[in-house]
């Protein structure tokens, strides 16, 4: 009869028949609402109990991500990404809003050392070098004459001829088309340990990332690291780093323990959703895209990655207003990224190729972060 009370009163005069007798139904008073209370504190109760279990999953892990942001915080992320931006001034000369090398390219992959290094001059980076493998470097050259391009990755002396550009350069790319050569890759192991001597942000993508599975030792604990996996290449660095389960229904958690297990460094894990960590934080990123995934994306993330973190480091914390600049960095190029996919998408739907998303860059960058 309680519930039969709380239906007549929402609806009114009793126009819903509660098989209940109209004088009944005024007379029940007090005793009706507290009857109609108890009968919705029953059905909450109820709720409750059937939906318990999904939502203890939610608040267990709400609560070991504490310092994980929600959607709601993306347009203070947009004001951080804004922060690090150098202003464009008659008062700069070359090279000072970044010069970024990318270490990749040999026989079969070429268009990824160049992706990554167009996408980061078109972000806003002065000059971008390119040390690949020397049967590389001629085909790299004809796609573009803004690539200064070094083919010496595959030589004896590789190291050394990059060492000597490392003084110049403020971050290094590395992976974009690298391939798997043990030549190259043992030349890739010098180059990492040289750039860690000099403090250089290194971003590392690609077959970066199965050289540090085969090797986690080689960026254990480098706080100016920063891992970009995929799907695959991060169940490769996971059971390469922890050889235990991975939680697959809870990818904010999988990611921060991954990053304290390298000694946290930055891992940023592409997918449906970016999640970004640094082992303390967890940043994601869900900028709107499309279902559209071509060869290449991630080497336009890669090379405007490079650019974003020299700019995020020269800012400093102040600009990020305590959040870890390489954080902020990783944020603003997922979120660049896909938006390039959206707007090239709109254009060319299936037919989008990243070719297509880069010419899009310099739009994409002014939509999100020069308003």
């Avoid at 004809?142 to 001829?161: C, R, T």
């Amino acid at each position: 009869m309680g519930v039969h009370c709380v239906a007549v009163g929402a609806c009114g005069r009793g126009k819903i028949d509660t098989g209940v007798p109209r004088m009944a139904v005024r007379t029940c008073g007090a005793a009706a609402a507290g009857a109609a209370v108890a009968a919705v504190a029953a059905l909450l109760s109820a709720a409750i109990a059937f939906h318990w279990p999904p939502l203890h999953a939610v608040l267990q892990r709400a609560f070991s991500l504490h310092t994980a942001h929600p959607t709601k915080d993306m347009e203070s992320f947009f004001q951080l990404v804004r922060n690090i931006v150098p202003a464009l001034t008659l008062k700069k000369h070359k090279g000072q809003d970044g010069r970024i090398g990318i270490v990749g390219g040999c026989q079969e992959y070429t268009g990824a050392p160049y992706f990554a290094g167009i996408s980061a001059l078109k972000v806003g980076a002065d000059l971008t070098h390119v040390f690949c493998a020397r049967e590389a470097a001629p085909v790299i050259k004809s796609y573009s004459p803004e690539l200064i391009v070094h083919p010496v990755l595959d030589s004896s002396n590789a190291v050394e001829e990059v060492e000597k550009w490392l003084p110049r350069l403020h971050a290094l790319v590395v992976g974009p088309g690298l391939g798997r050569d043990d030549l190259i890759l043992n030349n890739v192991r010098g180059i990492l340990e040289a750039t860690k001597a000099r403090d250089i942000p290194v971003v590392i993508d690609a077959d970066g990332l199965w050289l540090i599975a085969q090797q986690p030792a080689l960026i254990h604990g480098y706080q100016k690291a920063i891992l970009t996996p995929n799907r695959v290449e991060f169940s490769r660095l996971w059971e390469a780093v922890l050889s235990s389960p991975m939680d697959t229904q809870n990818h904010s958690g999988s990611v921060l323990k991954l990053s304290q297990a390298l000694g946290n460094i930055t891992v940023v894990q592409k997918g449906e959703h970016d999640v970004i960590s640094n082992g303390q934080q967890v940043f994601v990123c869900s900028q709107e895209g499309s279902g559209r995934r071509c060869g290449g994306q991630g080497d336009l993330l890669s090379g405007s990655l490079g650019v974003m973190v020299h700019w995020a480091l020269l800012a400093g914390p102040e600009k990020t207003q305590g959040s870890s600049p390489l954080l902020v960095a990783a944020w603003g190029a997922c979120t660049l990224t896909r938006e390039c996919n959206h707007q090239a998408f709109q254009k060319y739907g299936r037919s989008m190729t990243t070719t297509d998303m880069i010419a899009e860059v310099g739009t994409a960058f002014n939509k999100l972060f020069m308003t």
